[in-house]
């Protein structure tokens, strides 16, 4: 079984930055997707970023040039640093592995 747990989220004005941390245990014999997601009020949960086991990433749009998806394989880690931070980036974000979800992270970004 998978464990994942995410770190990382808080309150920020816009503009600022905050880094996520998702931190994985237990038994993952291969990852086929890492990705983060997020979940806003009253919304459906979206993609934010993906990275496969190539190092190839994928962004949503609107995440585009401020938010960047990185793994450290070693120490089963992934992170999302998110740069530029808009009101409307505000949700509850979770990592993903495969088909294991984290907790999740409340991430706040007052205007």
């Known amino acids: 079984q998978v464990q994942l747990v995410e770190s990382g989220g808080g309150w920020v004005q816009a503009g600022g930055s905050l880094r996520l941390s998702c931190a994985a245990s237990?038994?993952?014999?291969?990852?086929?997707?890492m990705g983060w997601y997020r979940q806003a009020p009253g919304k459906q949960r979206e993609l934010v970023a993906t990275?496969?086991?190539?190092?190839?990433?994928n962004y949503a749009d609107s995440v585009k040039g401020r938010f960047t998806i990185s793994r450290d394989n070693a120490k089963n880690m992934m992170y999302l640093q998110m740069n530029s931070l808009k009101p409307e980036d505000t949700a509850v974000y979770y990592c993903r592995i495969n088909l294991n979800w984290g907790q999740g992270t409340q991430v706040t970004v007052s205007s």
């Open positions: 990275i496969i086991s190539d190092g190839t990433t």
């Open positions: 237990g038994s993952i014999f291969r990852i086929f997707l």
